[in-house]
């Protein structure tokens, strides 16, 4: 079955302790994005890839880094986590290639809570 | 970055009315995406749109790529308690591009 997935689903964590969110896709996406949704605010993008090794910053990339050094894995690291960067995560991958499908998948989220 | 402005943010209706919701650009896309999320879930594409001017069906669905690249509208007709959920467009210029995210329209049917 084609799908995004991530993990973890859910995460509470404290203040300035190091996380990781994975992100996988199985269907040779070469575009893979991550986006944070908050009420009122719609998806706003993080950080995006084109391809192995090329990423690039979304509209809100401040306190998050990311890296692809596989096509299928697009992992979302919050170095030292705060309170503002509770929110919804989602990962999300599509063809790079406009002669494809335009339609981005979307993962089934990540709740972060940090207190 | 780019505004998408949706509108309504929310709607409350009885089942079988019609339903229309809209956003608006402030720069051009030339592509329109109309995503649905169901509570839980990531969102679920709808329609595209990639031509301005285009007229998209989906089953009761239509969307509407607006003339002037800055606009797009979703209708949906004769609404089911199953079309519950928060609704979003998004613009991109191309593929593989940003993708711009209006802020949704929370549809509640009442049976």
């Known amino acids: 079955e084609a799908q995004v997935t991530q993990n973890p689903r859910y995460l509470i964590t404290v203040t300035g302790k190091k996380l990781t969110v994975t992100c996988s896709q199985n269907?040779?996406?070469?575009?893979m994005s991550w986006y944070r949704q908050d009420p009122g605010l719609g998806l706003r993008q993080i950080y995006y890839?084109?391809?192995?090794?090329?990423?690039d910053k979304g509209d809100v990339p401040e306190g998050y880094k990311v890296s692809r050094k596989e096509k299928r894995n697009f992992p979302l690291i919050l170095e030292s986590p705060s309170p503002n960067q509770t929110s919804l995560y989602f990962c999300?991958?599509?063809?790079?290639?406009?002669?494809?499908?335009?339609?981005?998948?979307f993962g089934p989220g990540t709740r972060l809570t940090v207190t | 970055g780019q505004q998408l402005n949706q509108s309504p943010q929310s709607m409350f209706i009885q089942e079988g009315e019609d339903v229309s919701m809209n956003c608006t650009s402030s720069?051009?896309?030339?592509?329109w995406l109309w995503y649905k999320q169901d509570p839980g879930e990531g969102p679920v594409l709808l329609i595209a749109?990639?031509?301005?001017?285009e007229l998209t069906s989906n089953g009761r669905l239509t969307a509407q790529f607006g003339i002037t690249r800055k606009d797009s509208f979703l209708n949906i007709s004769a609404s089911i308690p199953s079309d519950v959920g928060i609704y979003f467009c998004?613009?991109?210029?191309?593929?593989?591009?940003?993708?711009?995210f209006g802020g949704g329209t929370r549809l509640m049917v009442k049976p």
């Open positions: 999300a991958s599509s063809f790079g290639d406009p002669a494809f499908s335009y339609e981005q998948y």
């Open positions: 720069s051009i896309f030339n592509t």
């Open positions: 890839s084109m391809n192995v090794e090329v990423t």
């Open positions: 998004a613009g991109q210029l191309h593929a593989g591009n940003m993708l711009t």
């Open positions: 749109l990639y031509k301005a001017g």
């Open positions: 269907m040779n996406h070469e575009y």
